[in-house]
């Protein structure tokens, strides 16, 4: 098998490829994901792409759905769908919607895209399973800028008044939202302090550095009573030297000189 | 009216929920701190584990029974109709709708009938709203027997449904022995010759007294019961305009987008037919007695007889 950070790399080379092929969607967001993306899906949560619809399976929700090419690229390159799929993203007939759709995409757990419903979605499974008495664990993605959504702290303030230890948030702490930079425009700091004023186990860690995230996932699973909020910082664009911190890379598509350099640029790190 | 028994069909709601609730394991109640008004205190009391309050955080707690819904159980979420269907709208339409859940929106509190709470509080725009989202199903029950009905019938079926209760108490119109409730079908309460009043809702008994009041100055009024807003019964409604050659509708809502939009919408695709819409015309609410701002709404009887009157 693959070492992670090389998955990493051929997920991030995905992403590329397919918002080129669609020119349009969001690869900063799903760059600066990537590498935690990798270790869910490979290292982290019970699922079997053989099997997408198993009751027992862990579950993840996008709740930043911009990121999907991110996490179609993973998906695919974890075996839920051809990786030849991704060059469909976002267009006519495509089960690669702009952004998440249950009912299109096998792996994928809920639709999502519409800003801060996504944890709140999350929350909902992990009541269900404490309800039920299932044992799989849920997982959501949340952006930085996402978390201006009054919705988040709604579903936060429920996450932790339920003791829901079966639940993990991770922050994509890329600092950038579209409008620019997260402090600039409406800033949402200090993150790891609100997570905790709302009864959370909060880990910070660099998001890009696998012994941190696996280090991160094993301690919010030891933790019991509490749900973790994991806050990883990370930088946008990652891997792609022209991308990295840049606002502008949030929602728009490398066209075929820029996805050359892009790919050349990852091509570096195999 | 006085031996007719009367009851809200938010408490029919709540009595449903604990039929079905000793029925069916996988059914789950949400609530946004209003259990005691909703009626889902019912619920909570027999089944406290399955009750789950999300606090005051209506768009959260739409989205968590989507979550819910995901992984099998069946969870009605329960708020006024002016939170559920309003404040929640975008979270019911992309978190429910348009990954077609099978969550229940329960919605209490609907109309101008809530009363002294004022226009914040009665939402006339709640139909227009659900009606529009794709896969949606809309029931209004018009009494306690056809609440119940609809709520074991929501539970039954597979899909998003929006149900709408009232807070004021109605009349029991039908026979729970022999009442057979089928979404998206209507039945004729009142057969007639000269218009064909289709109501929704509170509206039906109302529609009911309106028939008599008309009958009495000569105008054979046919009755129609519409519980169903979507899919609303195109059969019924093209074969009553067909027989009568006029259609009134009468809803506790808006006259933008409810049940008499819905009905136009048929008419004007399948039987062009002349309609008068009754309901709130384009304008708030405001505090008062329920029962006195029907009257001054003319959503009563003789205001709906006197509307009907002037216009056939």
Request: hydrophobic residues 25%; negative net charge.
């Given at each position: 098998m693959a070492s992670l950070a090389a998955t990493a790399n051929e997920i991030r080379k995905g992403i590329i490829k397919a918002t080129n092929s669609a020119?349009?969607?969001?690869?900063g967001g799903s760059l600066s994901a990537a590498d935690i993306f990798t270790y869910l899906y490979f290292e982290e949560m019970n699922i079997d792409p053989a099997n997408p619809?198993?009751?027992?399976r862990d579950r993840f929700v996008?709740?930043?759905?911009?990121v999907a090419p991110g996490y179609y690229a993973t998906l695919a390159e974890r075996g839920y769908?051809?990786?030849?799929?991704?060059?469909?993203?976002?267009?006519?007939?495509?089960?690669?919607?702009?952004h998440p759709c249950i009912a299109h995409?096998?792996?994928?757990?809920m639709s999502s895209?519409?800003?801060?419903q996504g944890i709140s979605c999350a929350v909902g499974m992990a009541i269900s399973a404490k309800l039920t008495g299932a044992d799989y664990r849920v997982y959501t993605l949340l952006g930085d800028g996402e978390i201006q959504e009054g919705q988040v702290w709604e579903a936060s303030m429920l996450a932790g008044h339920r003791n829901l230890d079966n639940l993990v948030v991770i922050v994509?702490?890329?600092?950038?939202q579209i409008d620019g930079n997260i402090a600039d425009v409406c800033s949402p700091y200090p993150i790891a302090d609100k997570f905790k004023a709302f009864n959370f186990n909060v880990v910070e860690i660099d998001g890009h550095d696998f012994d941190q995230i696996a280090d991160a996932f094993a301690q919010a699973k030891a933790c019991k009573g509490m749900p973790t909020a994991i806050i990883a910082k990370t930088v946008k664009g990652k891997g792609v030297s022209f991308m990295?911190?840049?606002?502008?890379?949030?929602g728009s598509a490398p066209n075929d000189e820029q996805m050359a350099i892009a790919l050349a640029d990852l091509a570096k790190l195999d | 009216m006085a031996d007719v028994k009367k009851i809200a069909t938010r408490e029919s709601y709540g009595s449903a929920l604990v039929e079905l609730g000793k029925k069916y394991d996988n059914l789950v109640v949400l609530d946004a701190d209003l259990a005691g008004a909703t009626k889902t205190g019912m619920f909570k009391k027999e089944f406290p584990e399955r009750h789950?309050?999300?606090?005051?955080a209506e768009g959260n707690m739409v989205s968590v029974a989507a979550g819910l819904a995901s992984t099998g159980l069946v969870p009605f979420a329960s708020t006024f109709a002016m939170f559920a269907a309003g404040r929640a709208f975008e979270q019911v339409r992309n978190s429910v709708g348009y990954p077609h859940l099978n969550v229940k929106i329960g919605a209490?509190?609907?109309?101008?009938?809530?009363?002294?709470?004022?226009?914040?509080?009665?939402?006339?725009e709640d139909l227009a709203l659900m009606r529009t989202i794709p896969g949606m199903v809309v029931i209004n029950p018009a009494d306690d027997t056809e609440a119940k009905a609809a709520v074991f019938a929501a539970y039954e079926y597979e899909g998003p449904v929006y149900l709408r209760f009232g807070r004021l108490a109605a009349p029991v119109i039908f026979d729970p022995e022999t009442y057979k409730f089928e979404i998206g079908k209507g039945q004729i309460l009142e057969d007639g010759t000269d218009v064909t009043i289709i109501a929704t809702g509170l509206e039906v008994g109302y529609s009911l007294e309106a028939a008599k009041i008309l009958a009495e100055k000569g105008i054979s009024a046919q009755v129609i019961n519409m519980a169903?807003?979507?899919?609303?019964d195109e059969e019924l409604i093209v074969e009553a305009a067909k027989k009568t050659g006029k259609v009134v509708t009468v809803e506790?809502?808006?006259?933008?987008?409810g049940l008499g939009s819905a009905v136009c919408d048929v008419l004007a695709a399948k039987c062009p037919t002349p309609v008068l819409k009754i309901g709130v015309n384009d304008e708030f609410g405001h505090s008062g007695p329920a029962v006195a701002l029907i009257e001054e709404f003319g959503l009563d009887g003789k205001g709906i007889a006197a509307k009907v009157e002037a216009w056939v």
């Open positions: 020119k349009s969607g969001h690869p619809k198993d009751p027992n996008l709740s930043k759905g911009h769908f051809p990786k030849e799929d991704l060059l469909t993203l976002r267009k006519i007939g495509s089960h690669l919607q702009g995409t096998p792996g994928v757990d895209g519409s800003l801060g994509d702490n890329n600092g950038l990295e911190n840049q606002a502008s890379w949030h | 789950i309050d999300c606090g005051i209490t509190h609907a109309g101008i009938s809530v009363g002294e709470d004022g226009a914040t509080h009665q939402c006339n169903t807003i979507k899919p609303i506790e809502h808006s006259i933008i987008g």
